[in-house]
């Protein structure tokens, strides 16, 4: 079983749609959680930075961290093209980086 | 501007030659990786470094060489002994300790023809 799972997609919304993404993860450990943005031929950009259980909002971008559940999320309203991008959620458990496989996301204006 | 710069961007080379792709951060931080990014298979460990003249191995260390001399640089070369080269290369780095996320270069395109 891998540390961490993420659904590829691809996905893909109308303009304005709200946009769930989600990652399960099996290490008990992990006490950080990150959102990284990556467009096609580009390194990953941190998007979401959230420590244990809770809600973290910025801006149009929501993360929320179920420990009990192990589940993580991070949503997107009102979505705009140029949100279209791979969506790589990560984890840690000391200096050591865990990180899903990318959700491909497109927008449709 | 703080940040991680890798070099070249895009870097061709042919079968059975070695390449040394460049990290520099000027961030401070202590630690560095490099990964590799393949279609469909995520972000997989090459090799990381916590502190200077020290490295470790990580999940894929094989036909890859580091060294880190310096704080703010940590090499990476793909050696010909390394069975499928091609590849997007990530350079990161993070702060010493639990707790800090990690940052990514823009990345180096390596095709070996």
């Known amino acids: 079983q891998k540390e961490v799972e993420q659904d590829p997609g691809p996905l893909s919304v109308p303009e304005g749609a709200i946009v769930s993404l989600n990652c399960t993860y099996s290490?008990?450990?992990?006490?950080?959680f990150m959102w990284y943005r990556q467009y096609s031929r580009k390194g990953p950009e941190l998007l979401m930075y959230?420590?244990?259980?809770g809600n973290k909002e910025d801006g149009r971008f929501t993360a929320q961290v179920d420990k009990s559940s192990k589940y993580i999320s991070l949503f997107i309203r009102d979505s705009q093209p140029s949100d279209s991008a791979t969506y790589l959620c990560?984890?840690?458990?000391?200096?050591?980086?865990?990180f899903g496989t990318g959700t491909s996301l497109t927008v449709i204006p | 501007d703080g940040g991680i710069t890798q070099s070249p961007k895009y870097l061709f080379r042919k079968e059975g030659q070695n390449v040394t792709l460049s990290c520099e951060q000027n961030?401070?931080?202590?630690?560095m990786y490099w990964y590799r990014q393949d279609p469909g298979q995520g972000l997989r460990l090459i090799y990381y470094?916590?502190?200077?003249?020290?490295?470790q191995k990580g999940d894929i260390a094989e036909g890859y060489s580091v060294s880190r001399e310096k704080k703010e640089s940590f090499p990476l070369t793909v050696t010909s002994a390394q069975k499928n080269p091609t590849a997007f290369y990530l350079c990161?780095?993070?702060?010493?300790?639990?707790?800090?996320?990690?940052?990514f270069g823009e990345g180096s395109w390596l095709t070996v023809v």
């Open positions: 990161a780095s993070t702060p010493r300790g639990p707790g800090n996320t990690i940052y």
């Open positions: 290490n008990s450990a992990f006490q950080y």
């Open positions: 959230t420590y244990s259980s």
């Open positions: 990560a984890m840690s458990a000391g200096n050591q980086f865990y």
């Open positions: 961030l401070n931080h202590d630690a």
């Open positions: 470094s916590q502190i200077v003249n020290d490295f």
